[in-house]
């Protein structure tokens, strides 16, 4: 069950559910009692009559902590405000091992939006298990939030940070994980403007990149990754999608039928 569907996270659980032999019951957020005052709690406990689980893609950043609380049924969060994005990192680090056979000794190079970029905060916390080295490239003004950087800083593995996206780092890095600069979490259409086109990796970009190397994107992209880049094997984003698929199999089948 979701609780903000029509999005690519949404449409994935849905798919994965289906291929279970489960189903969905789908209430979108403008269409729900929320919208009549409803807290999320009793609305949580309501969904929570309905079905057997709860996916919950929810605007605020403390509405999975708040399901979590108050659900009687087990909730998978599916991405809250720009603070995680938990099954979106389970996927990433499922992309990795099965592109590269393994993380450990691997440079990951974090480029794009990196302080709304949920799908980012989410995968760093998963990579400090992990012998990997961090790169970080974007906007001053779209830096890594201070809590998750502090953490990268502390296990030593973050290696270097900064507003360009060079020959070099290209050249080193194993992943190029890029983001959408995210319209919709931008206070203004100017200050989304000045950085929307910032980081682009194109065919180009790939020159500079290793044989072995692949570029993710947890999708939608608008201008961040060119369509050129789409017919070079080391695009890794649709296989990453498909990846999606399967690990979100494996986590409602982990909560509904343990
Ligand atoms: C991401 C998200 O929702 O945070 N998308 C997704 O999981 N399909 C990234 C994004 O919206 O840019």
């Known amino acids: 069950m979701f609780y903000e569907p029509s999005t690519r996270t949404s449409a994935s659980f849905d798919a994965a559910m289906q291929r279970l032999g489960g189903r969905t019951v789908a209430i979108p957020v ?39 609380k108050y659900s009687p049924v087990p909730v998978i969060n599916g991405g809250n405000g720009t603070r995680e994005h938990p099954t979106q990192a389970f996927l990433d680090l499922f992309t990795i091992r099965e592109e590269h056979g393994t993380l450990n000794g691997l440079v990951i190079t974090f480029v794009g939006d990196l302080k709304y970029g949920r799908t980012v905060h989410s995968l760093c916390k998963l990579l400090e298990h992990y012998n990997v080295q961090v790169h970080l490239v974007s906007p001053t003004s779209l830096a890594l939030p201070k809590d998750v950087r502090q953490k990268l800083v502390a296990t ?39 950085v929307k086109d910032t980081f682009i990796v194109n065919s180009e970009t790939m020159r500079n990149a290793k044989k072995t190397a692949i570029v993710m994107h947890p999708l939608p992209r608008n201008m961040e990754v060119s369509e050129e880049v789409d017919f070079d094997g080391r695009a890794a984003y649709f296989r990453q999608m498909r990846y999606g698929l399967f690990c979100r199999m494996a986590l409602l089948a982990l909560v509904l039928y343990n």
């Open 30 to 68: 403008a269409h729900s009692s929320t919208q009549k005052g409803e807290t999320l709690q009793d609305t949580v406990r309501t969904l929570a009559c309905y079905g057997d689980a709860i996916v919950l893609r929810h605007p605020d950043n403390d509405s999975a902590d708040i399901a979590a």
């Open 156 to 194: 030593g593995q973050l290696i270097s940070e900064g507003t360009e996206l060079t020959a070099e780092i290209v050249a080193k890095s194993d992943v190029l994980y890029c983001t959408r600069v995210q319209k919709e979490r931008f206070p203004s259409l100017d200050e989304y403007d000045k």
